[in-house]
């Protein structure tokens, strides 16, 4: 059980999310970084989906109320355990009353933004439509719908199982951050909108990520990509229609949608079920934890990718789970 | 003026992929002429994917009947929710604004309103939020998007837009003008209503809707009752032909 001192910006409780359920519009929600969320709780001996809390850049502070196995993963942010510095991705054994606490750093000076706490039995939280994540926008999951607040208590789900060693997940195999993400993305289905030079361009730019970034999506600026003529069977379109307006249809997530300034907004883990905006692409499922970890002033490159290549990459992806990514060492108190 | 004739047939599609239960597609959003279809490719292929849904789409009869529901939707019009919603963020009153746009009275707009009936093109955006459109194409009233997005809207507001029309699920940011409000919960995780038993969402895409004028009184009678109020959604048919010749 911790006791949560402090909230932080947006500290939320997450599970894999909830999928299935877009045509509700009801988001997928979930750890924004799936794969150091998944790492964190195999460290721990969770199964994947079990529910860990995920930590926005800083402020949080956690009292721990008994003795618990936890791993931290995901960004290497400003993380204190009782004024000392900890080590990330592999167990641990926090003590009753130890602290844990993020501490404010200058954004430029690390990669990514979250973190992820893993307790060993999980936690406790509202299961709704088989997933506890917590979705802010829908009230949902989480505790009550909302982000952690001060005093409250997060219990764990099962009880503590005995340790005889912890794992350290293989150093050589942490996912890596950087201040500058390659995005693997797949175009379609509205490629054919656009001129060949800004399709071009979408490929050749550093795109920077702005300030305006959520999990419910990411902005970018960069230079504006053009539309082609719009036309409609062969006849030209009233000026009136933006030509980035597209009939509505349901978007996926890691979708790249170009919208009438013609900016790039990048739909996250908590977005919309359906857009009116053309989809240029969309992010393939082996780099959508990235989307996570973006911050802003982080740039973005784009490498187009056949869909082979991108099953290639989510089945090469599945390996950082496997048995023999976490090394064993015994315990010694 | 928006073809519902596209729409029509990706919510038959999505029934007829929902009937095969095929393992591995996750979710089928229907968009206003548009079907997208998740899929987990573990269990399911591209291939093997695009294979399926262009032998089902090939064995789909367009003229075939839709379960259609027909779900009765109060309405209080220029009602001061969505009035006070709009002086709270310093934004002129919408329903003036429909009004003159459309050259109307306020009981000619309520009058042809409320004379149609109403086609559900999708569910989505955010959670239960809906589109829909006049079936009667001599009764579309449309009302150009605010300039630039509330940051809040009132939960069952009733947005007039250019395309089509919408109801807000929660309080949500929006960008559709406002030209009432409705008392009943289309989208309810606590279960306040028995209607939201098995589903949180009240609405889907294929439904018709029977939106009809209420007083104030009224309007407060049903929300402050809302787990007694008896939702009236009656199971029916629609077809294509009916859809174009209504």
Redesign the interface.
């Known amino acids: 059980m911790f006791k949560v001192l402090e909230p932080g910006i947006s500290t939320t409780i997450q599970d894999l999310g909830r ?8 988001p997928i929600s979930g750890a924004a970084d799936n794969i150091s969320f998944i790492i964190g709780n195999l460290l721990v001996g969770n199964k994947i989906n079990d529910a860990g809390i995920e930590v926005l850049l800083w402020g949080l502070k956690l009292l721990a109320l008994e003795n618990m196995f936890i791993a931290i993963t995901g960004a290497d942010l400003e993380i204190r355990m009782n004024s000392h510095p900890i080590e990330l991705w592999r167990a641990f054994l926090i003590n009753k009353y130890d602290v844990i606490e993020f501490l404010p750093f200058d954004l430029s000076s690390k990669n990514g933004c979250r973190s992820y706490i893993c307790i060993n039995g999980g936690l406790k939280a509202d299961m ?2 088989g997933s506890v994540s917590t979705y802010i ?4 999951g989480g505790i009550n719908g909302c982000p952690l607040e001060k005093e409250q208590l997060l219990i764990k789900n099962r009880d503590l199982l005995n340790f005889k060693q912890v794992k350290i997940y293989d150093k050589n195999s942490i996912p890596k951050f950087s201040s500058c993400w390659k995005l693997r993305i797949i175009l379609g289905p509205f490629d054919n909108l656009f001129d060949d030079s800004s399709l071009n361009k979408l490929f050749t730019t550093k795109w920077n990520v702005t300030h305006k970034i959520s999990r419910f999506g990411i902005r970018l600026s960069g230079p504006k990509l053009k539309f082609k003529d719009s036309k409609y069977k062969g006849k030209k379109l009233e000026k009136s229609v933006d030509p980035s307006n597209v ?6 997530l890691g979708g790249i949608e170009v919208v009438g300034s013609g900016e790039i907004i990048i739909i996250g883990v908590d977005g ?4 009116g905006f053309s989809i240029l692409g969309t992010v393939i ?1 082996a780099d959508i934890w990235k989307l996570g970890q973006l911050k802003p002033d982080d740039n973005i490159r784009f490498v187009k990718v056949k ?1 082979e290549m991108a ?1 290639k990459c ?1 089945r090469q992806q599945k390996k950082l789970f496997s048995k023999e990514k976490f090394h064993k060492i015994p315990i010694c108190f | 003026v928006v073809d519902l004739e596209y729409n029509f047939k990706a919510i038959l599609l999505k029934n007829a992929i929902l009937r095969h239960n095929i393992k591995g597609i996750n979710d089928l959003v229907v968009g206003t002429c548009s079907l997208l279809v998740q899929y987990d490719n573990k269990i399911l292929s591209f291939d093997e994917l695009k294979k399926t849904i262009f032998r089902i789409e090939k064995a789909v009869d367009y003229n075939d009947e839709l379960p259609s529901r027909i779900v009765e939707v109060p309405i209080l019009f220029d009602d001061r929710w969505t009035k006070e919603c709009a002086l709270s963020q310093k934004l002129d009153p919408d329903f003036e604004f429909i009004l003159s746009y459309n050259n109307l009275t306020k009981n000619e707009f309520i009058k042809n309103f409320t004379g149609t009936k109403y086609w559900v093109k999708y569910v989505g955006f955010s959670p239960g939020l809906i589109a829909f459109n006049a079936l009667d194409q001599t009764k579309i009233i449309s009302s150009p998007q605010l300039p630039s997005p509330r940051i809040w809207t009132p939960k069952g507001a009733l947005g007039v837009g250019f395309s089509g029309n919408c109801i807000y699920a929660s309080k949500t940011p929006g960008g559709i003008r406002l030209a009432g409000i409705t008392p009943i919960l289309t989208y309810d995780l606590k279960k306040q209503n028995i209607v939201f038993n098995e589903n949180p969402v009240l609405f889907r895409a294929g439904d018709r809707l029977n939106l009809y004028s209420i007083d104030e009184k009224e309007f407060l009678q049903i929300r402050n009752n809302i787990h007694e109020y008896k939702y009236d959604i009656k199971e029916s048919l629609f077809s294509l032909s009916k859809l174009k010749g209504e």
């Open positions: 999928p299935g359920f877009r045509s509700m519009g009801i709704v439509l926008q829908g009230g949902l009939p509505t249809l349901g978007v996926p919309p079920s359906i857009t499922s869909l099953k989510l």
